[in-house]
């Protein structure tokens, strides 16, 4: 099922860029769009899991850097049948973690210094157990594919703005979108945001599911619901040099807005994320649902 998704998602993405290049640059663009696709699809197989890391800067630790660490993902990795993923940490005091890599074979877990510091060792093992439950269900080559889609295709949409402000002086017969101030003004607006819709539904669906996997797969929800509380707060109060073409890989978005951008995180709410796990323990007409449902 998730193979057929990434097919379904990877053929959706690259439609959209063929269109987007097309509304540019006509049938050269049209063509221009598609190799660049063919290009992105292979790199991001690849290569996504090495980008991003080298991206936030994580270095790869190992037993003797954190043993506590070590052992509990080893544990978690062998209860759930997953090979050990590597282990990177990123600098940084804003607790997050995110997983990355193109299979579970190639799985790897980056958290952040802040994390180590602000979490106990069971809210730990339900953050990692979530880290996992994305390798498992292969979230993280569908992240990587949503996000290069998305950022490609904002930067096509960049380039047609210069194009609409410089493409003054072509001829008619030019069908790219210099010549056509309407269809430029439509990529910049429409194109960028149909990627990100797209990245964002993936990208709220699949946390859900990691919440209830990694719970599952730990034992007990509550320590990453009380995880998820803790890294949610200091997320609002620590800022994080991070891209929004990869904010959706965290296990709490990065970065904040109010306002109209909330209605475009790439993380469904937290208070939901908490009730959704808390009602795993406590069934959903629980007090404690209750109480987390007054702040939806």
Known sequence: M??????????????LLVVVGNLLGGESGMIVAFLFAVVMNFGTYWFSDKIVLRMYGAREIKPPDNPVLFQTTQELAGSAGLPMPRLYLIKGDQPNAFATGRNPSH????????????????????????????????????GALAATFAGAISMLASIAQWAMIFGGGRSSDDRGAGSHPVAAIAMM????????MIQMAIS?????????????????????????????????QIPMDASPATAHLFIVNPLHGGGVMKLFSTHPP??????????????????????????R
């Open 2 to 15: 998730n193979t057929m998704k990434i097919v379904f998602l990877t053929a959706t993405l690259t439609v």
């Open 204 to 236: 709220r669906s699949r946390e859900f599911l990691a919440d209830h996997g990694g719970a599952q797969m730990a034992g007990n929800p509550l320590p990453l619901a009380n995880a998820l509380r803790k890294l949610h707060l200091k997320s609002e």
């Open 270 to 295: 937290i208070e939901e994320r908490v009730a959704r796990l808390e009602a795993m323990v406590y069934g959903e007409n629980s007090r404690w649902v209750f109480h987390q449902q007054q702040y």
């Open 107 to 142: 799985g790897a877990v980056a958290v952040t210094v802040g994390i180590t510091r602000l979490l106990s060792r069971e809210e730990i093992r339900g953050v990692i157990a979530h880290e996992l439950a994305h390798i498992k269900h292969r979230d993280t080559l569908i």
């Open 189 to 196: 607006i429409i194109a960028p945001t149909a990627a990100m």
